[in-house]
């Protein structure tokens, strides 16, 4: 029996075939089936070098209702509308967005380390630390923008990493837009909301 190397074998379609003889062909079920009596699983290796990551777009909207007695900000609204390249799994690419998106809330309303005048954290566990949670926003309404990536095999683009950065210009606009007062720090929490309409 003729020894048959790697290079002999080519794989199409889930049938593997011998270049010395035609007639020898498996599907990969078949050799799946024969693995622990052929010496192991099968292993199988591919390499991308894309050319690049290509551009990342995102634009946000928001709109905010501002308590002019306690600066107190609540997010009413909030639509990303991100290019994703292409899109392979719709709902988990909405998911990245959304997830961004609260944090990038968290940066520009709450989230903040407070330390004491000799530089003691005073705010260092998560009951202290306030981020946002569902029962502090709406719905994240997302707008997939599928335009696929040149530079990459499957045409995607980083997703997860955009929607952190336009938030806290977003929210700060909207802000301004709400009270007619510009903000110039993050977070901007409710007694510094406040203190900017007092002025």
């Avoid at 990969?28 to 991308?48: D, H, L, N």
């Avoid at 407070?114 to 029962?135: A, E, I, K, Q």
């Amino acid at each position: 029996m003729a020894r048959i190397t790697p290079d002999d074998v080519t794989y199409t379609n889930g049938v593997f075939k011998c270049a010395k003889d035609a007639g020898k062909t498996m599907t990969f079920k078949e050799i799946a089936a024969q693995m622990a009596r052929m010496g192991g699983p099968i292993t199988g290796r591919a390499t991308s070098q894309p050319r690049g990551v290509g551009g990342a777009f995102a634009t946000h909207i928001v709109d905010v209702e501002v308590d002019p007695d306690t600066g107190k900000v609540t997010i009413l609204r909030y639509t990303a509308i991100q290019d994703v390249g292409r899109a392979i799994h719709p709902s988990y690419a909405e998911g990245q967005v959304q997830g961004g998106v609260v944090q990038g809330i968290g940066w520009a309303l709450n989230e903040e380390f407070v330390y004491t005048d000799n530089g003691n954290m005073v705010n260092s566990s998560f009951l202290d630390y306030r981020m946002p949670t569902t029962l502090d926003l709406p719905m994240i309404d997302t707008v997939l923008v599928e335009v696929p990536n040149p530079g990459h095999p499957y045409g995607v683009r980083g997703v997860g990493e955009v929607p952190i950065v336009p938030p806290v210009a977003a929210v700060a606009n909207a802000i301004y837009k709400a009270t007619g007062k510009r903000m110039t720090q993050a977070p901007m929490s409710p007694g510094y909301v406040l203190s900017k309409i007092l002025e």
